[in-house]
């Protein structure tokens, strides 16, 4: 029913920037919020930033003042990752939320994201 495709993943070292882009496709009509998750080896997924359709916008305080989450349109939303640090490596995943529900029901299959140091 909705489709997301994560891209621009890659290795970076500390300090420097990445910018990830979600495409959504299908019926993109139904969501309300869409966010980027991540999981780090060992971890658990942890919701990092999300954006409304009102472009409300929040984030992880392990972020704050250095990711950005925004949107173009309304299928692509892109997460601008500066200042990266080590603790950043995870697999990140773009996701999407009906307003019915709490929970986010659409994931893409993720993209690697590893900061050396």
């Known amino acids: 029913q909705v489709q997301l495709v994560e891209s621009g993943g890659g290795l970076v070292q500390a300090g420097g920037s990445l910018r990830l882009s979600c495409a959504a496709s299908?019926?993109?009509?139904?969501?309300?919020?869409m966010g980027w998750y991540r999981q780090a080896p060992g971890k658990q997924r942890e919701l990092v930033a999300s954006?409304?359709?009102?472009?409300?916008t929040n984030y992880a305080d392990s972020v704050k003042g250095r990711f950005t989450i925004s949107r173009d349109n309304a299928k692509r939303v892109y997460l601008q990752m500066n200042s990266l640090k080590p603790e950043d490596t995870a697999v990140y995943y773009c996701a999407a939320k009906r307003v019915w529900d709490t929970t986010y029901n659409y994931w893409g299959q993720g993209t690697q994201v590893t900061v050396s140091s």
């Open positions: 299908g019926n993109i009509g139904s969501i309300n919020v």
């Open positions: 954006i409304t359709s009102s472009g409300s």
